[in-house]
Nanobody
Framework: QVQLVESGGGLVQPGGSLTLSCVVS????????WGWYRQAPGKERELVAD???????NYADAVKGRFTISRDLAENTVYLQMNSQKPEDTGVYYC?????????????WGKGTLVTVSS
């Protein structure tokens, strides 16, 4: 099993910055991808950004140039640096760890952390 624990959510003013962290523990397999998703009130969960074990990143158009995903393999931690935040960034942010290649289909989620962008 794989466990994910997010931290770092909170209230931030428009234009501000916030960094989310997610520690992944358990039986980590590779190849894999680490990602952040978000769910705004009344909307479906959507991909924000992800990064493969090879370091290839992918961002939603809405956050390109403002958010940066990174990971510390030694600490099994993935980060989401969020800059120039907008009210529409508000939502519950979920950490995701999924398998690729022979491990496709293995998909794990954290419980989520709330980010509120408001003045």
């Amino acid at each position: 099993q794989v466990q994910l624990v997010e931290s770092g959510g909170g209230l931030v003013q428009p234009g501000g910055s916030l960094t989310l962290s997610c520690v992944v523990s358990g039986r980590i397999f590779s190849p894999n991808a680490w990602g952040w998703y978000r769910q705004a009130p009344g909307k479906e969960r959507e991909l924000v950004a992800d990064i493969t074990n090879g370091g290839i990143t992918n961002y939603a158009d809405a956050v390109k140039g403002r958010f940066t995903i990174s990971r510390d393999l030694a600490e099994n931690t993935v980060y989401l640096q969020m800059n120039s935040q907008k009210p529409e960034d508000t939502g519950v942010y979920y950490c995701n760890f999924r398998g690729r290649g022979p491990f496709t289909g293995r998909n794990y989620w954290g419980k989520g952390t709330l980010v509120t962008v408001s003045s």
